[in-house]
């Protein structure tokens, strides 16, 4: 039986580089190519893209664990290259989704990331090299080779949650490459931003690399301050021919200001029924609604610190079989602290609406706070079995095995805020002229005191089958056996305090059929399921009253299309329908809801190389989320009251992006590569920020652009304009009363040296 090289069921239908040379940006090397090749081969280094040319990727081993080209994949899939991240000045996370079709990126309470896929609300979704990184805080992109958001529930691979999707981001490790690059960037709200990354061979078998930050910024909201650093050291090690050794280290702090937005104004409310909606309050743009007394940076912070360490081997047998193993530990020092509004402005009183409680007089607001601790300590390990054979001269397996453990600590600890030396003061009001309040205050009133010790094990097999050339099959199950004890000790009178333990163990099946008629062109249909535990993607909601409930669940079904279009250029579409079941949505700070709810939506996306001058990256998503049953039903004071019907938050009708970059050296008589032009387009419809649909948060466009230009033989740079015509909108929202204004029109120029 002939053996098959391990990580992958076909070839790339037809990848293969550019002849030309790519628009130098500040980002990539002034001749448009790494200055050496690679000693060690990506797909021997980690999970990720490869086949990568520019924004098009052609394989990952992110969504099969087995690199598969992305044609090959029954899924919706969207990468953003290290190019396309770079080219449109995406320094975070939150910069960098905002161009994915189908993904809405939510405020967070102005200290975490937080998205929404396919009408799906999560903190937790999220991934580095494959590995869970679930803690609440912002992800900075400094060391990063490139974001992948796949789509729909795929517990097979991922575990619990990533209802909706995952976002994993993929490091950059040690490849052999020579690097030797520093780059620097400034502009608008006085940021201030420098990273480097160098690496080398030290010799056959051995690599380095480091990657570094610092930043320190202003911004277009009062009061906005940021500061943070990385470093991120990592090793790969080859000391026999088939076996690969990566050990990395990452140290990452983030200080910012804590900003929660603005309140809503208006609406009318009756019987529990909107008869109107509110919008965002016409506040200034800058407009910080919160206490600053002794300065709004002390009483209002995020801050985190990251470390992290992760070690990987990765050995091929003689006789084919591909072993993984990755042991990642991760301590996560998380705290904030924060006053916002936590009512909308209005007119109505409670003598007209009995049932508006929420609703100040016009002219005022009302703001709250609270200081929370979150710290979590992760350990992971996961093995990987991979083994190719050849059943018959059509038939070709990929089999996968593997097993995780792992084990979660948490802390959710809470203090209120006290106005006035006072703790029985817990909110004040403050005239809507003058948001900024300086009433002394201090978070001395005890909320919550709660601990999580989470035990997990997982199993899983999958195969990949290749029925001769034009059609693939894959297949798989997943165990997870979920042990969760929850220690909670709320000090107030009614709060629980004691222990309680809740074991889950719940099946994960995925079934994906791919039809090929010919080498570039795929049509798929798959079938998969996630789940939720009752304590949330937090673990922070295990009580008495629900510890009983059965897991939250999700079933995808998905039909879609992949065509390859030039070697380098990939148009895909996808149609698909996710049900979820016993999901607690919150309506306000006190009240929260068991909810089944409904998206079914639709993708497009084209990504690549249109012409050796014309790259692009275009995304087009629908999405219609509902809820279709609740828990909650009409009374006597709201006799018009229904949550059916209602959609889900921070889900817009309508998504579309657009970004693409010319090279435009040709019309100037100069080499290629010398010069460029980039251009892009952000359109969000409208949507609401909660599940009672009483708020409306308008839908925007933002135009984006940027300039490329080669400085010399060693420095290339760009010039990055966010929001070029200057457009007020409202970019995200936390809930009916913390809505964020987006950015003006903002400028920022990046120098890239390598040397």
Known sequence: MPRIDVGGARRGARVIPTTRAPVVTAA????????ERPLFPATALGRGP???????????????????????????????????LQDRNSIDLNRALMYVPGVTVAQGEGNRDQITIRGQDTTADFYTDGIRDDAQYYRDLYNIEAVEVLKGPNALIFGRGGGGGIVNRVTKKADGERLR????????????????????????????????LYEQSYGYRDFFK?????????????PLEKTFVTLSYEHFRDRRTADRGIPSVGGFIFGGSAIYPGYPSPAPIDAFFGVGNPSVEAVNYAKVDLNRVALAFDHTTEFGLNIRNQTVYADYQKRYQNTFPDQ????????????????????????????????????????DLVYKWQMTPDIRHTVMFGAEVGNQRSDDNRDLSCFNFSCAMRRVTTPFWTPTAYFPVVFANPNRRRHTNLDLAAGYVQDQIEVTRYIDVIAGVRFDRFDLKFTGFDPGPTDFRGQLRRVDNVWSPRFGLVFKPNEIVSLYGSYSRSFVPVAGDQFNVLFPTVANLAPQSFENVEVGFKAQLLPALLFTGALYQLNRSNQQLTVDATTAILANTRTQGGELGLVGNVTDRWEVSLGYGYQDARVVKTDRAPTLRTPFFTDVGKTN???????????????????????????????????????????????????????????????????????????????????????????????????????????
């Open 28 to 35: 990539t090397s002034v001749d448009g190519a790494p200055g």
């Open 50 to 84: 490869t086949d990568v040319v520019g924004y098009f990727a052609g394989r990952t081993s992110t969504a099969t664990k087995t690199n598969t080209p992305i044609i090959d994949i029954p899924q919706s899939i969207t990468i953003l290259t290290k190019q396309q």
């Open 181 to 212: 690059s520093i780059m620097v960037s400034s502009g608008s709200f006085a940021r201030k931003r420098v990273t480097v990354d160098v690496g080398d061979a030290i010799n056959d078998t051995l690599a380095v690399r480091l990657n570094g």
């Open 226 to 238: 940021l500061e943070r650093y990385g470093v991120n050291p990592t090793m790969t090690w080859h």
């Open 344 to 383: 909308g402005l209005g007119v109505v009183t409670t003598l007209l609406n009995p049932v508006a409680t929420s609703v100040t007089p016009a002219g005022v607001a009302r703001l709250d706070g609270y200081l929370s601790s979150n710290p979590r300590q992760n350990i992971f390990n996961q093995t």
């Open 649 to 755: 938050p921070f889900v817009p009708r309508n998504t579309f992006s657009f970004w693409n970059k010319y090279d435009i050296s040709s019309f100037f008589d100069a080499g290629p590569g010398v010069l460029g032009v980039g251009a892009g387009v952000v359109y969000n419809s409208k949507f609401y920020p909660a599940i009672d649909n009483f708020v409306v948060v308008p839908g925007y466009a933002r135009v984006d652009g940027a300039l490329f230009v080669k400085l010399s033989e060693n420095v290339s740079g760009q010039l990055n304009v966010e929001n070029l015509a200057g457009a007020r909108y409202y970019v995200f929202a936390h809930n009916n009363n913390n809505i964020t204004p987006g950015a003006p029109r903002s400028a920022y120029v990046t120098l890239n040296a390598r040397f």
